[in-house]
């Protein structure tokens, strides 16, 4: 049995009482946007960053995007499978990353993306950020961030502890998805938190909120206003978007009809603001009573 030897933990540079993977600094990633997107299980991380590779790709810029997901489903939209893993093709080569090409492990997808799962060790026996430090690391050694504009890392839930917060600390920006709800916002103000303790090390900074799923944001505004935040972009519970995860397609593949070219334009604007007109936002998280106070009917 292969055994893993995981990186020594930061127990100084994250917060008090921090333990945390720390990065390597020869994985620091030079030259390319890199945005990590963030937010409540199941609330459309994937498709999300699939749809923003899709339009970053449209506008003309040369698009990463690696999936930071034991189930490896991130990048399916954009090659139309199921790609094999970072961590099962090292394990397939003895975890000797010199003996891989990039083609064993990076999947070109819709409009070129290039596409990487990286998969995870089995439940309760490794580290998501060790993982995550491999599949930079590789990227680093075959010379494959040196032709990219744009490196979006696609994580796992909302979980922001250990190994799961290490892709923000190759971000300079954090995305987070939302719906117009208690539970999303919730795990939003975790994700805000998290990001502050990171920041205090790393240039990783908030860039602001996607409403997804919901046609109204009421809710994400009050939240927002509470802590500093902005809605970068609005998709509203378009049957489109739901279809073409099942016709394993980006939202750019689902036709002309008014509601899929509104969807386009809106991930269009989103990438051309993400390039052109983001700014770090200083936002706070609440206290746990103080979110359950300010959200809901009176």
């Known amino acids: 049995m292969t055994t893993i030897r995981l990186p020594i933990v930061d127990e100084f540079g994250d917060g008090e009482g921090s333990v945390q ?11 390319a946007l890199v945005i990590a997107v963030y937010g409540k ?30 189930k490896h489903d991130s990048t399916f939209t954009l090659t139309k499978r199921m790609v094999p893993t970072v961590i099962d093709v090292l394990e397939g080569v003895n975890f000797h990353g010199e003996e891989l090409r990039p083609e064993d492990f990076m999947f070109e997808g819709y409009k070129g993306v290039q596409c990487i799962e990286a998969g995870g060790p089995p439940a309760g026996t490794g580290c998501g950020g060790y993982v995550t430090g491999q ?22 839930g909302d979980v922001v502890c250990g190994g799961f917060a290490a892709p923000l600390q190759h971000a300079h920006y954090c995305l987070i998805v939302t719906a ?15 990001i502050q303790a990171k920041s205090r090390n790393y240039k990783v900074r908030l860039g602001g909120v996607i409403a997804n799923r919901s046609r109204e944001t009421n809710e994400i505004d009050r939240f927002n206003a509470a802590v500093g935040l902005k809605t970068m972009a609005h998709f509203k519970d378009v049957d489109a978007i739901r ?13 002309d009809a008014p509601d899929v070219v509104e969807v386009q334009q809106e991930y269009l604007a989103l990438a051309k603001r993400m390039l052109n007109d983001v700014e770090p936002l200083p936002a706070s998280p609440l206290k746990d009573r103080e979110i359950f106070d300010l959200l809901g009917f009176d």
């Open 135 to 156: 599949t930079v690391k590789l990227l680093k050694e075959h010379h494959l961030l040196e032709d990219t504009d744009v490196v979006i890392f696609d994580v796992l």
């Open 41 to 70: 299980g199941g609330i459309g991380k994937s498709t999300t960053s699939s749809n923003l590779s899709a339009a970053f790709a449209t506008l003309g810029k040369r698009v990463l995007q690696i999936g930071c997901d034991p």
């Open 21 to 31: 993977v720390h990065q390597d600094e020869a994985q620091r990633i030079d030259g």
């Open 180 to 194: 117009n709800d208690f539970d999303s916002i919730f795990a939003m103000n975790r994700i805000i938190a998290a």
């Open 243 to 255: 279809r073409s995860r099942l016709k394993k397609s980006t939202i750019f593949e689902m036709g």
